[in-house]
């Protein structure tokens, strides 16, 4: 177990909808990262944040937005969501923010389907 | 611009024999490496990284890989492969210049046969 909480596991809905994704950090850990995982497109990085502020930006689409509250969990929201957005979504944790050694700690995923 | 290539969407080893997936990498400056491995329906696990140093590392499940700076690669290895490592194995580059995120291979399956 890493320690990294993602909800829910899995999400069936429908083009045009919007989901939220959830994911609560190890313990200790600053740093929230998002990952988009599909069959063509292999790992895709969308979004960082570190303690709450945005710290780096991937490929992430407009349609989607993130934020890290207070409490140091993580929300990606994905909005008019379409065909190509079915994927696995997982989130990572680390304690530090810029240092380049540092150990990612994945969650299991959210398997996004769009019907 | 940083890559990592896996130029090997598939790997088969028998088990008990030397297995290596392989992994070369671009980035600008010195690297950080890392290797990952996904299980069926889990997440992604950190198994070893280089930071600096001796070039052979050693991670989990008896893994290692070697850092080749002349040839920027970082292939995975292990001496005796286990049915249970059958997985996706991710190569991961991260640059030492700050600001730079962590770039993710394309992924290598691996299966162990019996």
């Known amino acids: 177990d890493s320690g990294v909480t993602q909800t829910p596991k899995h999400l069936i809905t429908a083009t045009g909808q919007r989901v939220t994704l959830r994911c609560s950090p190890r313990?200790?850990?600053?740093?929230v990262y998002w990952y988009q995982q599909s069959l063509d497109q292999g790992l895709q990085f969308l979004i960082q944040?570190?303690?709450?502020?945005?710290?780096a930006k991937g490929n992430i689409l407009e349609r989607f937005s993130a934020q890290q509250f207070p409490d140091l969990h993580s929300e990606l929201n994905l909005s008019s969501l379409e065909l190509g957005d079915s994927a696995l979504y997982f989130c990572?944790?680390?304690?530090?923010?810029?240092?380049?050694?540092?150990?990612?700690?994945f969650g299991s995923g959210t398997q996004l389907s769009v019907l | 611009a940083q890559s990592v290539a896996q130029p090997e969407d598939q790997v088969n080893v028998a088990e008990g024999n030397p297995l290596t997936v392989k992994c070369t990498y671009s980035?600008?400056?010195?690297?950080?490496l890392f290797w990952y491995v996904q299980y069926p329906n889990r997440g992604l696990q950190f198994l070893l990284k280089?930071?600096?140093?001796?070039?052979l590392v050693k991670g989990s499940y008896g893994f290692e890989a070697e850092f080749n700076k002349s040839q920027t690669s970082f292939h995975l290895k292990k001496p005796s492969a286990l049915v249970s490592d059958s997985a996706l194995y991710f190569c991961?580059?991260?640059?030492?210049?700050?600001?730079?995120?962590?770039?993710f291979g394309p992924g290598t399956r691996l299966s162990v046969l019996p």
């Open positions: 980035v600008s400056g010195n690297p950080y």
């Open positions: 280089y930071i600096t140093g001796d070039n």
């Open positions: 944040y570190y303690n709450g502020e945005e710290r």
């Open positions: 991961a580059v991260r640059s030492h210049n700050y600001g730079q995120n962590f770039v």
């Open positions: 313990s200790g850990d600053l740093s």
């Open positions: 990572a944790s680390s304690v530090m923010a810029r240092g380049g050694d540092e150990k990612l700690f």
